[in-house]
Structure formats: structure tokens, C-alpha cells
């Protein structure tokens, strides 16, 4: 399987945002930037599309910053892959030839259970266990 880039870079910022929520710290672009060793300007982008998607909501200003819109545990990844990478989580296959319909059922019944359990994978799951310290920390 191979996972975009880009998606790599949200699901690592947003392990990162999501150790912070409830602590009432937003997460900032240069702190995540650096932490997780993504550019800057990129980085800019995914949160955008994460803002735009209802994943994140964002505060401007100099105390400003990003921070989940629900806890860590009710964000699945199958909704970030379908903000940040859809082509990951869609599937067309021809029903063409003789074979067609049964190669489409099975890739079918696997692209199900993919999406399976990406809906039960959340952003809970990519937070590191540190003991109490935050991105600022480390």
C-alpha cells in the first residue's frame, strides 16, 4: 500500500494537535513544523484542507493556532484520508472481460475492510505515549 506524503504529514501533525486537546493550548504551525520535520508552507496547506474539512478549527493572531474540533478518539483516519488522500479510500474497477465482476468482488470486499478499519482507527491511536510531556517538550 502505498500512503501519500501528505497524508503522512496530517496524520503526524494531527497526533501531535490531538496531545493537546482539552489542555486549552492550540497547536502552532512553527512548533508542529519543527517537531514533526514538515515544511512550513505544506504544512500550512494540509491544516487548511483539516480546517476546511471540520477536522480542525484555527485561531489567527499571534496567540493563534490550530486544535481539533471533537477529542481524538471520535476523528477517524478514513476521515482525514478522505479530506487529505480520497484516491486512498475510492476504488473503480471495469466489470469488463469474463472475469471482471469477480476480480472487482474481491478488491471490492478488500477496499471494504479497509475502509473498516480506518473508520475504527482514530487520531487517539497515532498520539505517542510520552509520560506528561508535550511537542513543546521533546
Not at 494531527?14 to 514538515?38: C, F, N, P, T, V
Request: glycine share 8%; net charge positive.
Amino acid at each position: 500500500m502505498k500512503i501519500s506524503l501528505k497524508l503522512e504529514y496530517a496524520c503526524r501533525s494531527l497526533a501531535q494537535i490531538g496531545r493537546l486537546y482539552g489542555s486549552g493550548q492550540l497547536a502552532h504551525i512553527e512548533e508542529l513544523a519543527k517537531s514533526e520535520k514538515i515544511p512550513q508552507n505544506y504544512l500550512i496547506q494540509i491544516l487548511n484542507e483539516l480546517r476546511a474539512g471540520g477536522i480542525l478549527r484555527s485561531k489567527r493572531g499571534k496567540n493563534g493556532g490550530y486544535a481539533l474540533v471533537r477529542r481524538p478518539s471520535d476523528t477517524s483516519l478514513l476521515d482525514v484520508a478522505e479530506i487529505v488522500d480520497n484516491d486512498l479510500v475510492q476504488h473503480r474497477l471495469h466489470l469488463d472481460g469474463v472475469s471482471g465482476a469477480q476480480v472487482a468482488e474481491v478488491w471490492n470486499g478488500i477496499a471494504n475492510r479497509f475502509r473498516t478499519v480506518l473508520k475504527k482507527t482514530t487520531v487517539a491511536d497515532l498520539i505517542p505515549r510520552y509520560d506528561g510531556a508535550t511537542m513543546y517538550d521533546i
